[in-house]
């Protein structure tokens, strides 16, 4: 890490500072050949900490399709490959070199570059996947909170969605209105909560706070 992980921390910065989800998106194009280096300097740990909170709900076995969605350069399939995660794996990420960056890990069947939006399907096939995965991307400028309808109508029937959410104050907004929109698919009977946890997201403190920086973990089951 540079001396005070001043680097790292600014670059990091560019995103969470974004002015909106393109901005973003130009960010993650500049960052995808050291974004891996940046984020394990950073103690980035919210992958292995959701793979440890969800590996137990999920049905393991070499026929399980899992969907990466907003994979960025495969670090999330790369933790659920470690814990010992058979089935097979598709990625998809709205930015082209994060995605080319995961493509060299060999770690998909397929690779989709799309968008997550709440007006679009996703161009992976309907209602066939097992389980939805995002890790990193439950924030502002990234995957909108209304886009769960789209995420689930990818997932069959009984399948599962896991995410994580970064517990800080700027997404105190965001997780707000995730938590109705979770409720009221709830009330519609659409799906149900398996598990909702708080997991360490970085081992370090905020530089802001001086707090643990943790994430919320969701797991919802499609009806
Ligand atoms: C912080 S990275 C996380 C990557 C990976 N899951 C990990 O944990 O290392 C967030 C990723 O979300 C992607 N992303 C952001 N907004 C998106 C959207 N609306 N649809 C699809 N991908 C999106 C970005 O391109 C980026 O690769």
Not at 136 to 159: E, F
């Amino acid at each position: 890490m540079s001396d005070s992980g001043k680097e790292e921390w600014g670059r990091l910065g560019g995103i969470i500072n974004a002015k909106n989800a393109r901005e973003a998106n130009q960010a993650y194009t500049k960052w995808a050949s050291h974004y891996e280096e940046d984020v394990k300097n950073l103690l980035f740990v919210g992958n292995e900490t959701m793979v440890n909170g969800s590996i137990e709900f999920i049905k393991n076995e070499e026929t399980t399709l899992m969907l990466d969605v907003a994979a960025g350069t495969g670090m999330t399939a790369q933790s659920y490959r470690d814990a010992g995660f058979k089935g097979v794996i598709d990625a998809l990420d709205s930015n082209a070199a994060m995605l080319q960056e995961a493509e060299k890990k060999g770690l998909y069947r397929h690779t989709y570059c799309q968008e997550v939006s709440p007006d679009q399907p996703l161009s992976a096939k309907k209602e066939s996947y097992d389980v939805l995965t995002i890790s990193g991307a439950m924030h502002d400028n990234h995957l909108p909170a209304d886009c769960i309808s789209t995420l689930l109508g990818a997932l069959k029937s009984g399948g599962l969605l896991i995410f994580n959410s970064r517990k800080t104050e700027k997404n105190v907004g965001y997780q707000e209105f995730l938590r109705q929109i979770i409720t009221s698919l709830v009330e519609d009977s659409k799906i149900s909560i398996v598990k909702e946890d708080t997991i360490r997201y970085h081992d370090l403190v905020s530089p802001d706070t001086g707090e643990p920086m943790m994430a919320l973990l969701f797991i919802l089951r499609k009806k």
